[in-house]
């Protein structure tokens, strides 16, 4: 079983599409709320594409199959954020993560940047046990926020910060 990490093409875009319907569909999933992303959430990838070029967007083949991808967005404090990472559920478990963030350290590493971050979602402790494995331990930005909407109830308590109880 091999992996091999290369440069998105042209001809990656449709598998790009389906594999950010993965994406969002886990974010539905983990908030049950199927409204995230929208209607036809694959289109977003376009949007993305366009904003980060696909000189910053690279896949994942295991086996020949395209079974990941990962992207890189530049900060205004000299370093890279990682977004997205995914790969599909068929292929989990196989060294596809590690093998893309691993790339990404290299990546940055030779734009000699000063920092290389990610920003997983506080519920999804798989994904934040696997950054923690590759090496992401400092903790940088903490996002908070109130909610608004009528889905109190969909939010977890058990997340403390600094003494301070959280729900994510």
Known sequence: MTIEIRNYKDSDL??????????TQR????????????????KYFDEHL???????????????????MIGLEENNEGGLVIEPIVVHPDY?????GIALLEHMKEVAKERKMRFLSIKPVARNAQAMELFHRAGFVNLGHVEMFIDFSDKEEKWKPGLKIHGLDCRY
């Open 92 to 96: 989990r478990n196989q060294g596809i």
């Open 14 to 23: 449709e598998v790009c599409r389906s594999l950010w319907v993965v994406l």
């Open 50 to 68: 366009e904003k980060v070029g696909a000189e910053n967007i690279w896949l994942a083949e295991f086996d020949g199959t395209i079974a990941g």
């Open 27 to 42: 974010h539905r999933d983990m908030y049950d709320d199927q409204s995230i992303g929208g209607e036809g959430p694959g």
